[in-house]
T-cell receptor
Framework: GAGVSQTPSNKVTEKGKYVELRCDPISGHTALYWYRQSLGQGPEFLIYFQGTGAADDSGLPNDRFFAVRPEGSVSTLKIQRTERGDSAVYLC?????????????FGPGTRLTVT | AQKITQTQPGMFVQEKEAVTLDCTYDTSDQSYGLFWYKQPSSGEMIFLIYQGSYDEQNATEGRYSLNFQKARKSANLVISASQLGDSAMYFCAMRTSGSARQLTFGSGTQLTVLP
């Protein structure tokens, strides 16, 4: 079956611009996560959705970052006034609800470069 | 707070040999899950294996096994009969009952399988 998809795969933008990154989770997965992975590091948690609501947004670095999931499926991560430090790979993951061991399935990521 | 430590930035192994990738964790929670993910150069995170804190037996999945030593807070990944396709970055991750299902990742180990 289809896995998690993310678009675009690469995004180059100028400092100060606004960007949107899209995630399409595995069908039927109610939980959706965004992570950010800087070069040479492990992924760092940004935000978690259960259904349409953000259950935990404690990982968002500042108020320039925002994410939505209006219909409980596709999610969009929005970054305003981008800075060079926002350059990273943004990973999306989804999982079924329930069970402590529910593994998260990751998409291929969007590589964001802010020039 | 939860923390994952991977002390081996890089490892080499001869094809067909076994290799152990180290992972130690720190948490005050009694209920938690430990995960290993593989990240090839293509960037996608691939789930390999899961161990629950209350599981009495070490998890195994094909050539992957998890050497879980709860008292030492270690969860090492053992790959048997290494293949060239195993060359990738490997991440250890943890999820605790106190967190909203987000994963906390280590910094990863780059494994290179030599022919």
């Amino acid at each position: 079956g289809a896995g998690v998809s993310q678009t675009p795969s690469n995004k180059v933008t100028e400092k100060g611009k606004y960007v949107e990154l899209r995630c399409d989770p595995i069908s039927g997965h109610t939980a959706l996560y965004w992570y950010r992975q800087s070069l040479g590091q492990g992924p760092e948690f940004l935000i978690y959705f259960q259904g349409t609501g953000a259950a935990d947004d404690s990982g968002l670095p500042n108020d320039r970052f925002f994410a939505v999931r209006p219909e409980g499926s596709v999610s969009t991560l929005k970054i305003q006034r981008t800075e060079r430090g926002d350059s990273a790979v943004y990973l999306c993951a989804s999982s079924l609800m329930g069970g402590a061991g529910g593994e998260q399935y990751f998409g291929p990521g969007t590589r964001l470069t802010v020039t | 707070a939860q923390k994952i430590t991977q002390t081996q930035p890089g490892m080499f192994v001869q094809e067909k040999e076994a290799v152990t990738l180290d992972c130690t964790y720190d948490t005050s929670d009694q209920s938690y899950g430990l995960f290993w993910y593989k990240q090839p150069s293509s960037g996608e995170m691939i789930f390999l294996i899961y161990q629950g804190s209350y599981d009495e037996q070490n998890a195994t999945e094909g050539r992957y096994s998890l050497n879980f030593q709860k008292a030492r807070k270690s969860a090492n990944l053992v790959i048997s009969a290494s293949q060239l396709g195993d060359s990738a970055m490997y991440f250890c991750a943890m999820r605790t009952s106190g967190s909203a299902r987000q994963l906390t990742f280590g910094s990863g180990t780059q494994l290179t399988v030599l022919p």
